[in-house]
């Protein structure tokens, strides 16, 4: 099992910046990639960035070039720095970690509440 524990969500102003962090645990070591998800209301949810094992890297058209994500090996944590923050960018972000051994297994943290006011 993989337990994933998001902070970092707020409130903020249209143009600015947020950290988001997720700490796993676990059985950890075999995992293919962790990464982010988001959902808006009325809306299903969607990729918006995600970082391989060897960290490569891929991100949603609408954020790239405004977020950036990251890890740190040592201390089992993703991170996703989210920049020039828009009002639709505004959702519940959900930590994402999958293993891929013949079939896929992905495992979710409970959300962290992001709103970016206009």
């Known amino acids: 099992q993989v337990q994933l524990v998001e902070s970092g969500g707020g409130l903020v102003q249209s143009g600015g910046s947020l950290r988001l962090s997720c700490a796993a645990s676990?059985?950890?070591?075999?995992?293919?990639?962790m990464g982010w998800y988001r959902q808006a209301p009325g809306k299903e949810r969607e990729l918006v960035a995600s970082?391989?094992?060897?960290?490569?890297?891929k991100y949603a058209a609408s954020v790239t070039g405004r977020f950036t994500i990251s890890k740190d090996n040592a201390k089992n944590t993703v991170y996703l720095e989210m920049n020039s923050l828009k009002a639709e960018d505004t959702a519940i972000y959900y930590c994402n970690a999958y293993r891929l051994i013949f079939i896929r297994t992905d495992y979710w943290g409970q959300g962290t509440q992001v709103t970016v006011s206009s």
């Open positions: 676990g059985r950890i070591s075999d995992l293919n990639a």
């Open positions: 970082i391989t094992r060897a960290g490569n890297t």
